[in-house]
């Protein structure tokens, strides 16, 4: 069973894009249970880093009403998916799919967090403070080839009541997106296990979106999860967008964060439909294959289990509980 940290699905079908990855008839197939399904409010300017060495510009905020707009919109599309609503750890079961409810990018909130009790209801039980731009909570790292992620300011006032806003509510804040100053402030005041949903190891890949060492061994620490990211600017270690990237690369972060931190604090965070992942992969489709590369790599059957599931798995029952 497959339980994935992040999938761009529902914004695709919003904008009226053709599926490329999670085809969710392949999904029995392929053994895809789900995992978190992203509600993403673009930025007019995709981020579109086609040359080895980028270094592209903050988009501009989004104004909160404009956001929220769209985010009801998008919720709209994610309800009409032929998938479970998963509210808890149970709901993943092998042959259907469950599909969390993750805001990537507060923006649709009001600052006064007014609306989190509805959005709460509506299902949402993850969200990232930011995707890489700034709002009224804290500020994304921009989409940088060679960077580090210390590229802004940490929470705003606003950023620190709502981490501590979905600490009580058990509402998983993702780390994915987030500048270093904002990791940190999150790491100090967050009761929960630390999770970056979809974002690679920076020593292998130096990208902005990437995780430190210090960084990964905090998320380590507090018995959490990295999500590592298929998609080949984050794994490369050129950073190129290449579609004939090896799956050995991807197994190359989950080998890595695995020795730093340990085998329960890796999983999937393919970055499906919001991404170019390897060419070899596809979509959900290809998902045996990169288990089969995992296990090439020396990964057993439990480690196996812990990849593709268990921690996922386990990081929920933790926050949600
Ligand atoms: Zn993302």
Redesign the pocket.
């Known amino acids: 069973m497959i339980v994935d940290g992040?999938n761009?699905l529902v914004a695709r079908i919003w904008r009226g894009d053709e599926i490329r990855h999670v085809q969710l008839d392949e999904a029995a197939r392929a053994d895809f249970a789900g995992g978190f399904f992203?509600l993403?409010v673009p930025s007019p300017m995709p981020p579109d880093p086609t040359s080895d060495i980028y270094a592209l510009p903050l988009p501009e905020p989004i104004p909160r009403e404009e956001a929220a707009r769209v985010a009801d919109e998008l919720y709209d599309v994610f309800r009409s998916l032929p998938v479970r609503l998963a509210t808890s750890p149970d709901d993943f079961q092998a042959g259907r799919v469950a599909a969390i409810l993750h805001l990537?990018g507060a923006e649709p909130l009001s600052a006064d967090l007014s609306d989190l009790d509805a959005w709460y209801a509506r299902g949402l039980r993850s969200l990232?403070l930011v995707?890489?731009r700034a709002n009224a909570f804290a500020e994304g790292v921009p989409f940088r080839f060679r960077s580090t992620p210390d590229t802004g300011p940490g929470l705003t006032a606003a950023g620190r009541e709502l981490v501590r806003r979905c600490n009580s509510l058990g509402v998983l804040v993702d780390l994915?997106?987030l500048n270093e100053a904002g990791f940190w402030d999150v790491a100090r005041l967050s009761s929960f296990p630390l999770v970056a949903t979809?974002s690679n190891a920076h020593s292998l890949c130096p990208s902005s979106?990437n995780l430190t060492d210090a960084q990964l061994d905090a998320i380590g620490a507090s018995g959490g999860v990295v999500g590592v990211?298929f998609a080949v600017a984050f794994v490369r270690e050129d950073g190129g967008q290449v579609a004939a990237t090896p799956l050995e690369e991807i197994v190359r972060h989950i080998a890595y964060v695995a020795d730093r931190i340990g085998i329960d604090h890796v999983a999937f965070g393919s970055?499906f439909d919001?991404?170019l992942v390897p060419e070899a992969l596809g979509g959900i489709a290809g998902l045996p294959q990169l288990v089969g590369a995992l296990r090439v790599g020396g990964f057993d059957d439990e480690a196996v289990a812990k990849v593709t599931h268990r921690n996922w798995l386990r990081v929920l029952r933790d926050t949600w509980s």
């Open positions: 992040h761009d992203a993403f990537e990232g995707w890489s994915s997106h979809h979106r990211n970055d919001g991404a």
